[in-house]
């Protein structure tokens, strides 16, 4: 951008000088009566190259302008016109020369090329109040406007640099603020939670120890674990959001063997159909899986009481495929239980799976049932492991 400002510069400057030549304003010496239009258009065409070498055109100005002086002063007519129409002894592209110093070169040398210009223009052997006036507008003028608009400038760049780290400041404020209050209400939830937990399974272990039936028994040790198993991922889930950490290995529940979803799937009297091996799919996306057959088996004993319930897994290699398929409910869901949910587990399952770049859908069968679908790759690069089991 700076190289055609320079360009129409150069080439309005030449095109002004011309016009005064033709208007009648040329030299009478011995040179000819183009010496001051060859030196001024030599001064207006190195504007070119002023991005460059600046300190060469100032360089330059300054030897035009000290050969008019000195001209003017000891032979009059050789290098500035008699009479002049233009009566500064300056070159004509004194001004753009000074803009360009002064947003160029360091302030110790641009004012040094700029008083140097100054002097020279006010002729010593008749100095005037025109002359005087005509130097200044030239030379200090143009430098005192440049110095305002680029402070201005500046000022403004700085202004707006200190507003976007003021927006980045505001937004990671807001975002700590937003973290604190999801860790105390997790911390609230996890306390609430716990304590009405933990009440379940003392009760389901003394139910346990002290009923006679067979039956109460063994669906006794049922709550227990399951509350016992609940207790161990709200710990899990709580050291993840207080510390950023992973739980180690060792502390968590192996979502990852047939054993545990057999398990699962068991307590929930559903059929189970594992096919490949489970170890090619990493923790993250073996802990996904967990959660959509957990989420759906609930969702299916809520929804479709007595239902016959079919979970099939398959590890191809390079992903995994999940299908949870319940049929039509044999009895009505107790509206208790179908109003206590969130409605939010379905909807996080897709957002979970979308994170590991799989594909998720949820929908009717048509005969009355409903059929959950998940397709996760085994290695996802767009979300670490580390956060994904969050």
């Given at each position: ?297 609930t969702n299916a004993r809520k929804h479709a009481p007595g239902a016959r319930i079919h979970v099939t897994i ?28 969130s409605g939010m587990g379905l909807a996080g399952l897709d957002r979970r799976v979308s994170l590991l770049g ?33």
């Open positions: 951008m700076i190289l055609g400002i320079t360009a129409i510069t150069a080439v309005a400057l030449a095109t002004a000088q011309a016009a005064l030549y033709i208007a009648g304003q040329r030299t009478t010496g011995p040179l000819g009566p183009a010496a001051e239009l060859g030196l001024n258009l030599v001064v207006d065409m190195t504007l070119l190259s002023v991005v460059r070498f600046p300190r060469l055109v100032a360089l330059l100005a300054v030897l035009v302008t000290a050969v008019f002086a000195v001209g003017a002063g000891l032979s009059p007519g050789t290098f500035v016109p008699v009479p002049q129409l233009n009566p500064a002894i300056a070159p004509l592209a004194t001004p753009a020369i000074v803009w360009f110093l002064v947003y160029l070169l360091p302030r110790s040398q641009a004012v040094t090329g700029i008083v140097t210009l100054a002097l020279l223009a006010i002729p010593a052997w008749a100095p005037t109040w025109t002359m005087l006036y005509l130097s200044l507008s030239a030379t200090i003028l143009p430098a005192v406007l440049a110095l305002y608009i680029k402070a201005r400038t500046e000022l403004l760049s700085s202004l707006r640099k200190r507003a976007d780290l003021a927006d980045v400041e505001r937004c990671l404020l807001a975002e700590q603020a937003e973290t604190a209050e999801r860790q105390r209400l997790a911390a609230e939830l996890h306390d609430i939670v716990t304590h009405h937990v933990t009440e379940i399974v003392l009760h389901a272990d003394a139910l346990r120890v002290t009923t006679r039936e067979d039956q109460a028994r063994v669906a006794a040790e049922q709550i227990r674990q399951a509350g016992a198993r609940t207790l161990t991922e709200l710990r899990d889930l709580m050291a993840l959001v207080t510390s950023g950490n992973e739980p180690p290995p060792a502390a968590r529940p192996d979502y990852g063997t047939g054993g545990d979803l057999a398990a699962l799937a068991e307590a929930d009297g559903a059929r189970l159909e594992v096919t490949g091996d489970c170890r090619t799919v990493p923790p993250v996306v073996a802990r996904a899986v967990h959660r959509v057959v957990q989420e759906s088996l398959d590890y191809p290699g390079d992903r995994v495929d999940v299908e949870v398929a319940n049929s039509t409910a044999l009895r009505t869901a107790d509206p208790t239980l179908t109003s206590a949910g799989g594909t998720f859908t949820a929908r009717e069968d048509g005969d009355g049932g409903f059929t959950v679908t998940a397709s996760i790759p085994a290695a996802s690069p767009a979300v670490p492991a580390g956060r994904g089991q969050s």
